[in-house]
């Protein structure tokens, strides 16, 4: 099982950035998947999920501002965000797992992290 995140970069406050992961050698349609993100010296945390069905669960830090989708017929997971901060500066990392539950524990596959920067 891989997964491949992308889309990571540097923004501005405000600003706008599309990350991906990229999911193979598992039956992405039937898992649910979560993007966490991990700042310096602090815990990880789960910024958002997607289960199978499509129902979707946000950080409230990110409610209004960042948008989790699924692709299935390209094995893709999304996180639009908008609205950026200094503040979710951090590595994003893609999590699929079974479900909801084992989402937010980390359960599951994990791929390899993007750094998004927020900063003017």
């Known amino acids: 099982v891989q997964l491949q995140a992308s889309g990571g970069g540097l923004a501005q406050p405000g600003g706008s950035l599309t990350l991906s992961c990229a999911a193979s050698?598992?039956?992405?349609?039937?898992?649910?998947a979560g993007w966490h993100r991990q700042a310096p010296g602090k815990q990880r945390e789960l910024v958002a999920a997607i289960n199978s069905a499509g129902s979707t669960q946000y950080q409230d830090s990110v409610k209004g501002r960042f948008t989790i989708s699924r692709d299935d017929a390209k094995n893709t997971l999304y996180l639009q965000m908008s609205g950026l901060k200094p503040e979710d500066t951090a590595v994003y990392l893609c999590?699929?797992?079974?479900?909801?539950?084992?989402?937010?524990?980390?359960?599951?596959?994990w791929g390899r992290g993007t750094q998004v920067t927020v900063s003017s």
């Open positions: 999590n699929l797992a079974a479900d909801f539950r084992r989402v937010e524990r980390g359960e599951g596959y």
């Open positions: 050698g598992v039956r992405f349609d039937f898992n649910a």
